[in-house]
């Protein structure tokens, strides 16, 4: 799997827009991008994927660049529930390909009042 | 419809003890799979199972630690003769097939002390 960097972290007024980067550059043309989130002390929660179109849902926006070397996920209103690690995964979605998801560091989000 | 369940929440062991986390996946999901996190890191691939058989082991440690998913039961990771070093956050997820990354359902772990 891609290897992806993440800032370590990043804070963001409640109410305001979160936009988290992360860098994949040696991403290959069948990887998909993951965003996962862990809330302190809980199991990580999925957010949102895509491969090379930008992506919607309830919880969040993910831009992939035309290139598919970087990608950000954005959270539009952000509350304080939202404060959390981030974690950005590339890897190749079905096939011979199963869950083993390879979590790096991420980007702790503080999100303040 | 309830989520993966993990039990205990907290579990305490002296070294030397055997540790048992129990994970019981959503209805309708036949793979589960192990991770580990231990302070200040992030979680680690441990082993990926599906009913009575072991899938992909390749981030288990080779010594003291099993894992096993019965047809009818939870899964279990079992550590042996456990040291303070295995002192982590044990996250089991769940998910109705193979390669679908989005079906993933985390458990809210097993933190095991070893003292």
């Known amino acids: 799997d891609a290897k992806t960097t993440q800032p370590p972290s990043m804070d963001c007024a409640e109410g305001r827009a979160a936009n988290l980067p992360c860098n994949h550059s040696?991403?290959?043309?069948?990887?998909?991008v993951y965003w996962y989130r862990q809330i302190h002390s809980q199991g990580p929660q999925y957010i949102i994927h895509?491969?090379?179109n930008n992506e919607t849902n309830e919880m969040a926006s993910l831009i992939i660049t035309e290139d598919r070397k970087s990608s950000t996920l954005i959270l539009p209103h952000a509350t304080l529930r939202d404060t959390a690690v981030y974690y950005c995964?590339?890897?190749?979605?079905?096939?011979?390909?199963?869950?083993?998801?390879?979590f790096g560091q991420g980007t702790i989000l503080t999100v303040h009042p | 419809n309830a989520g993966v369940m993990q039990n205990p929440r907290h579990l305490v062991r002296r070294r030397g003890q055997e540790a048992r986390l129990r994970c019981s996946p959503m209805?309708?999901?036949?793979?589960v799979y192990w991770y580990r996190q231990l302070p200040e890191e992030g979680l680690k691939f441990m082993v990926y199972?599906?009913?009575?058989?072991?899938?992909?082991e390749s981030g288990m440690p080779k010594e003291r630690f099993s894992a096993e998913f019965p047809k009818e039961g939870p899964s279990i990771l079992r550590i042996q003769q456990v040291v303070r070093g295995d002192s982590a956050a044990y996250f089991c997820?769940?998910?109705?097939?193979?390669?679908?990354?989005?079906?993933?359902?985390f458990g809210s772990g097993t933190r095991l002390t070893v003292v």
């Open positions: 997820a769940s998910s109705p097939g193979q390669g679908r990354n989005y079906g993933y359902t």
């Open positions: 995964i590339v890897r190749v979605e079905g096939g011979t390909s199963y869950g083993k998801l390879t």
């Open positions: 209805k309708g999901h036949s793979h």
């Open positions: 040696t991403i290959s043309g069948n990887e998909y």
């Open positions: 199972l599906q009913k009575e058989n072991i899938i992909d």
């Open positions: 895509g491969l090379k």
